[in-house]
């Protein structure tokens, strides 16, 4: 049951997450070797050569070298953090259980809390700043959070229901895009202010979305399921993949290819913006929780085993840092 311990997997398929990585105390500061390939790692945002990580027991690393070392950030005591992002190189934002969360004006090497609700138990599983001010945070049960000053969170109900809000995706246009619980999905033309619903191509849960370098859309979720569209969500088309593991996250590499990690060590790589995937090696059947830019043609693999480098050859073409 490997998927369950990912962030919305655990969730959307009805089940809680229980951290089972990180028996090991790691120490306040200093270099990480070993001990962080035993720390669960569910999301990580990359700036220039410094990767921000995020996972079990309120944990923050950081890398500069690829994801070959490993320091722990200063922060504050926290539950399980599930999501990172950046609005610039200093100004990072991070998520998690208990609706927690934390920034960093220094590029993630120390942390302060701005905000968390344990009495909700209602988990946050992405954040997404538009700017150093303008910010969302979403998660379980239809938890929405914005901030108009990048410093107070106020909560807003943006669905009559509770499905699970998964992920949220910024277009090239401006557009926000949110993926959730059983096919859901929102649109805002106006920076969050108001959402509109999207017909859905999946009565499935959709975990994520990339954004492709010709402006698409490539989302993906449970079964393995991927799809495209490349009219901002107005119509969408279903894209082969003869893999069933669930995906739950992905990135655009700096060459334009798409990379999408999930459940039993899958990863898939397209180098036709979305239109076609073909499997990656990963050497292992651990899940991963998403994938990030890492060395040298090279793709950082999050997941259960800490973060995992793959060898993947790339390009020259400059990219984003996550989605």
């Not at 079990?56 to 953090?81: F, H, Q, S």
Request: charged share 20%.
């Amino acid at each position: 049951m490997g998927k369950t311990l990912l962030k919305a997997a655990a969730l959307c398929c009805g089940f809680f997450f229980v951290a089972v990585q990180a028996k090991e105390i790691l120490p306040e500061s200093g270099l990480l070797g070993d001990t962080a390939k035993r720390l669960l790692i569910l999301d990580g945002f990359t700036l220039g050569n410094r990767t921000v990580a995020v996972g079990d027991r309120g944990y923050i690393v950081y890398t500069e070298d690829g994801g070959n070392t490993w320091t722990r950030a200063k922060a504050p005591p926290a539950p399980l953090l599930t999501a990172v992002h950046f609005a610039d190189a200093k100004n990072g934002w991070a998520v998690g259980h208990d609706s927690v969360i934390l920034a960093s004006q220094d590029g993630g090497a120390t942390w302060t809390q701005q905000f968390s609700a344990p009495a909700e138990q209602r988990p946050l599983l992405d954040v997404l700043m538009i700017d150093a001010k303008t910010g969302i945070a979403l998660g379980a049960y239809g938890a929405y959070y914005e901030t108009a000053d990048g410093r107070t969170w106020n909560a807003r109900k943006v669905l009559e229901d509770d499905k699970h809000l998964n992920a949220i995706v910024k277009l090239p246009d401006g557009k926000l895009v949110i993926l959730g619980e059983a096919g859901t999905i929102l649109a805002s033309a106006d920076a969050g202010k108001t959402w509109q619903p999207v017909a859905s191509p999946y009565k499935g849960s959709l975990f994520g979305a990339v954004v492709a370098g010709d402006s698409a859309i490539v989302a993906f979720g449970l079964r393995g399921r991927i799809y495209r569209s490349s009219d901002a969500g107005k119509t969408w088309k279903q894209v082969d993949n003869a893999s069933q593991a669930t995906l739950m996250g992905g990135t655009r590499l700096p060459d334009g290819a798409i990379v999408l990690a999930g459940a039993a060590g899958t990863a898939l790589v397209s180098r036709d913006h979305g239109q076609s995937f073909q499997p990656i090696s990963t050497g292992t059947t651990r899940a991963f929780s998403n994938a990030l830019i890492g060395g040298p043609s090279a793709v950082l693999l999050l997941g259960e085993g800490g973060a995992r480098s793959v060898g993947l050859s790339l390009g020259r073409a400059q990219g984003e840092g996550r989605k």
